[in-house]
């Protein structure tokens, strides 16, 4: 019964590179949620994702970032042409249904920007 | 705009006291209020929380204190251990699908 799957771990890409995350959410969970983290602060939310629906995408930059939860396979956080400034811990979790308290946070990709 | 409120940001506490790390918040539209446990390299990880129609809740040794008139809420840990050396979280959430972090407390217990 694996929790929430995140890769990868760790993620290095030069300025200007494109870099996609991948999130598994637990099994019997169909609804995920992005959030990053900056050294120094809590967490802030980016996206909530249903199977080939995204719901909320209002913590999104507007430029860049886009995500994804198809049918089938993970949902995918990507973001093209990183700059420095994206160098953050990438967290995702998932739930069962969108009443369901349940969160269960994976363990991130650390991503930075060289 | 923050809209949970989170202090202090770092605190030491020698083994066997009593942390309390506290929280505010605006919006009265939020029905609850989790805490979770981070260490170095890993996710958060859910410890203990609690809905606004309930003033304390305990779990082992966590204890969450809640005022809803002040709108503020607190974390307290009995007889801290090393082991609950960690950076704790309180949130905030409401409508089921989204959470408001605190900036964190790092806190580091003295053996």
């Known amino acids: 019964n694996a929790g929430v799957m995140q890769n990868p771990r760790h993620l290095v890409r030069r300025r200007g590179q494109e870099a996609r995350l991948r999130c598994s959410p637990m099994k019997g969970h169909s609804h995920v949620y992005w959030y990053r983290q900056l050294p120094e602060e809590g967490l802030k939310f980016m996206v909530y994702l249903q199977k080939e629906n995204i719901i909320d995408e209002s913590g999104m930059p507007k430029e860049r970032f886009s995500a994804e939860f198809p049918k089938e396979g993970p949902s995918i956080l990507r973001i093209q042409q990183v700059v420095r400034g994206d160098s953050a811990a990438y967290f995702c979790?998932?739930?069962?249904?969108?009443?369901?308290?349940?969160?269960?946070f994976g363990s991130g990709t650390r991503l930075t920007v060289v | 705009q923050q809209q949970v409120k989170q202090s202090p940001q770092s605190l030491i506490v020698q083994k066997g006291g009593i942390p309390i790390i506290n929280c505010a918040y605006e919006n009265t539209a939020f029905d609850y209020f989790p805490w979770y446990q981070q260490f170095p390299g890993k996710g958060p990880a859910l410890l203990i929380a609690i809905r606004p129609d309930v003033s304390e809740k305990k779990e082992g040794r966590f204890t969450i204190s809640f005022n809803k008139s002040a709108k503020q809420f607190s974390l307290h840990i009995m007889d801290s251990q090393p082991g609950d050396s960690a950076t704790y979280f309180c949130?905030?959430?409401?409508?089921?699908?989204?959470?408001?972090f605190g900036t964190g407390t790092s806190l580091t217990v003295i053996p």
């Open positions: 979790a998932s739930s069962r249904d969108r009443v369901d308290y349940g969160y269960t």
């Open positions: 949130a905030a959430i409401f409508a089921g699908n989204q959470f408001y």
